[in-house]
């Protein structure tokens, strides 16, 4: 089988756009994105007013992602057994509606603690059902051959929005209040609600449904007895537990490795996010003959020699560089292996496989910063002069550059839907350049 060309109809970006149903949902999503990033400042900006606890923070986090680990199953069995598009309507009205009690509660001054982490908590609830319904949308609105720009633009809205979003919040909040930035959160979600109230319905499969435990022994049995998905989905993880920590623990290096402050913080997390952006405009750029089981483990080096050299330096200027190419690298990582997965799901399996995906990944991300945390105070003592953050989440980082580099020597064809013929030749030269591809036409995908 040929590799799925990343150019496939070579063209620019707004090629994708020109399918009226996705165009509408990716700029209605590019408003919502950038409500959600105000409203997300707003929060941890009340909360921390309030407690000055980095436990109160924690316990917000908690809040908000922790509802995807209980729910997150039954999510994506919602997505493949009722109508995705009447779903998605009722859990975007429904997050729609916690903004609005959000801009209610600090309007009258009782935006409390209990009520963020009560409201947030309700909000992680509405998200473990939207995420399944949501990421399975893309592919209804575009053709298959372009699934992969459609997700890769995807990413950039919501980077694009990762750089606007915190910035104007950050603007607002000095000349106004909270308040403000909930109220235009729960405006943004009339763009989106519309948007996807205009793409076709999405019915599950005619006939009576199979039980739902049946049905999600079959998505586990997808994800973990086959090569490709099996091999995703340790990429995946690996990118969530082992790149996190950087983006939880940046507040940290701002302060006790840079001794800088709240600019330097914003700063540092919009220079992540342009560099997430590039990664995007970029990544259609690689050349149609460089498969993905290439492509996603050299990016993963990449991000872990990015995060590596960002924990050597205590300059911010070599920081603020080291994490914008990391933000690309990134980017390429988690777009290539999403998309990946996507084309080797079917429709009918494919919010269930999504949901699995989901729960992985965040639950990956707390156990990585834990453990990176950890090792550094272990490590403190054994160096001198260098803050535990540096030491915890620079062993994180060598530890994903090294399974890159492995991943890119052993290869897994079967990501590209690839059948490995012939033995693969176990070479990092050969994984880097992927010359069996290149020079290779005709010759068996197996051998790259």
Do not use: K
């Not at 909270?178 to 729960?186: D, K, Q, S, V, Y």
């Amino acid at each position: 089988m040929p590799v799925p060309p990343e150019l496939a109809a070579r063209g620019v970006w707004r090629g994708v756009l020109r399918h009226a149903a996705f165009r509408r949902v990716w700029f209605g999503a590019m408003v919502s994105s950038i409500g959600t990033w105000m409203e997300g400042l707003g929060v941890q900006w009340l909360m921390a007013q309030q407690t000055g606890s980095a436990l109160m923070l924690g316990a917000l986090a908690a809040a908000q992602l922790g509802p995807m680990l209980v729910f997150g199953l039954l999510g994506g069995l919602a997505a493949d057994r009722f109508d995705r598009r009447t779903l998605l309507l009722v859990t975007q009205a429904a997050m729609m509606l916690v903004a609005a009690g959000l801009a209610l509660a600090a309007g009258l001054g009782q935006a409390t603690p209990t009520v963020l982490l009560a409201l947030g908590l309700v909000n992680g609830v509405a998200m473990a059902f939207n995420m399944p319904a949501w990421q399975v949308l893309t592919p209804r609105l575009v053709p298959r051959e372009e699934l992969h720009r459609a997700i890769a633009l995807q990413g950039l809205q919501f980077n694009l929005a990762r750089v606007v979003g915190p910035a104007l919040a950050g603007l607002l909040l000095a000349q106004t209040s909270a308040t403000l930035l909930f109220a235009l959160n729960a405006l943004s979600f009339v763009a989106v609600l519309a948007a996807v109230a205009s793409t076709p319905a999405a019915p599950p499969p005619a006939g009576p449904q199979p039980l739902a435990r049946a049905q999600l022994a079959e998505a586990f049995a997808f994800v973990f007895g086959r090569p490709g998905p099996r091999a995703l989905m340790a990429m995946l993880a690996l990118l969530s537990a082992l790149a996190a920590p950087l983006q939880r623990m940046l507040p940290l290096f701002v302060a006790d490795v840079f001794a800088a402050g709240e600019t330097s913080y914003g700063l540092l997390l919009g220079l992540f996010g342009a560099g997430a952006v590039l990664g995007g405009l970029t990544l259609g750029r690689w050349p149609s003959w460089y498969p993905r089981h290439h492509l996603i483990p050299l990016a993963l080096t990449l991000t872990g020699v990015c995060m590596a050299m960002f924990c050597a330096t205590e300059r911010l200027v070599l920081a603020g560089v080291w994490i914008f190419v990391g933000g690309v690298a990134w980017i390429w990582a988690f777009s290539s292996t999403i998309t990946a997965l996507q084309l080797l799901v079917g429709d009918s399996m494919r919010g269930r496989v999504l949901a699995i995906v989901n729960v992985a990944m965040f639950g990956a991300m707390p156990v990585g910063s834990v453990l990176a945390a950890l090792l550094g105070d272990r490590l403190a003592p054994l160096v001198p002069g260098a803050a535990p953050v540096q030491l915890g989440v620079g062993v994180m980082a060598v530890a994903l550059a090294l399974f890159g580099l492995l991943l890119l020597v052993l290869r897994t064809p079967e990501i590209d839907e690839h059948e490995p013929t012939l033995p693969r030749a176990r070479s990092l030269w050969l994984g880097l350049t992927a010359g069996a591809h290149r020079a290779g036409a005709g010759r068996p995908a197996g051998r790259g």
